[in-house]
C-alpha cells in the first residue's frame, strides 16, 4: 500500500508543493489513516493544515479508497531537535 500511496504523492501532489520548496514524507500508515509530515518550505506553514486537508488530503482519498484520513503529523525532527540543543548548549556555557 505504500508504495501506491507514495506514487500518487509523486505524481499529483509533490509537484505542487516542490513548486513552493516543500515536499511530503510519509510517518505512517495504519487502519486507514494516513499520517504525513511536511518538509521544507511547508513545513511549519501556517497553511500546513489546510494543505495537508485540501490538497494532499482530498487528491489521496479520491485515489485510493483504502485512505479513510489524512493527518499531518507536527512532531520535531530529530535532527533539528538536537541542533537546537547545540546551539543552546553552547549559549549556556558561555
Known sequence: MLEII???LEE????????HEGNVRI????DG???IRLTG????CPSAKITTEELIGSVVMAEIPEVKDVVLVNEVSP???EFAK???NRQMAR
Do not use: D, H, Y
Request: glycine share 4%; proline share 4%.
Open 79 to 81: 535532527e533539528l531537535l
Open 6 to 8: 507514495e506514487k500518487v
Open 33 to 35: 489513516i494516513l499520517r
Open 27 to 30: 510517518v505512517a500508515f495504519e
Open 41 to 44: 518550505q511547508c513545513s511549519g
Open 12 to 19: 499529483k501532489i509533490r509537484p505542487q508543493l516542490l513548486a
Open 86 to 88: 547545540k546551539i543552546l
